[in-house]
């Protein structure tokens, strides 16, 4: 049996985490953020001067101005990840043994290789945490475990994240405090 790619399974867990909240058969309404109304609600009541429900481009630049935003998703940002580098050129650095540049037939073997021996890496540590019955798949109990276990971590960090970066003590990371959050991050090698 072939083992899934690592972002494949990642995308995996992440569905995984997402189904039960899909099939909640009464969905709460969606509520405004802690701060009161809706991010798209405050913008359009502080910055559509024509009043008619939607920003153009000069309002969208003055509401830019105003928050000190920067122009365009990527303004500001150094690339796909952390070090400002894709995937591609990642594999490069760390693959193209010759340094011309390509990956030729015998280095993208080694990188196939390094993948498949992360993916067997991650696949046994997740079976020695969550296979409890030990026949080598995770049954539904033993995946619900992991869903829960993915979903503390994930709650505790956020957590952490607010207690280190919430300056306004609000209880939640404005747009300022993301990015200071975002900055230490890539200040730590991390994305």
């Not at 630049?61 to 990642?90: C, N, T, V, Y």
């Not at 990188?111 to 969550?130: T, V």
């Amino acid at each position: 049996m072939r083992i899934p790619t690592l972002p494949l399974a990642a995308a995996g867990l992440l569905v995984a985490l997402a189904l039960p909240a899909a099939r909640a058969e009464d969905p709460a309404p969606a509520e405004p953020g802690p701060r009161g109304k809706g991010l798209k609600a405050r913008l359009l009541e502080r910055f559509d001067t024509n009043q008619d429900g939607r920003l153009d481009e000069a309002e969208r630049a003055a509401a830019r101005q105003a928050l000190g935003e920067p122009r365009g998703r990527a303004a500001g940002r150094r690339g796909p990840d952390a070090r400002g580098k894709g995937l591609k050129a990642r594999l490069r650095e760390r693959f193209d043994t010759n340094q011309d540049g390509r990956l030729d037939e015998a280095e993208r073997a080694a990188a196939r290789e390094a993948a498949e021996a992360a993916r067997g890496a991650l696949k046994g540590a997740l079976l020695a945490r969550f296979d409890t019955d030990r026949d080598g798949t995770l049954a539904a109990a033993e995946r619900e475990a992991l869903r829960a276990d993915l979903r503390a971590r994930a709650e505790a960090l956020h957590r952490r994240a607010v207690e280190l970066f919430d300056a306004d003590g609000d209880g939640a990371l404005s747009g300022p405090e993301r990015r200071a959050l975002a900055r230490a991050r890539r200040a730590a090698g991390r994305r």
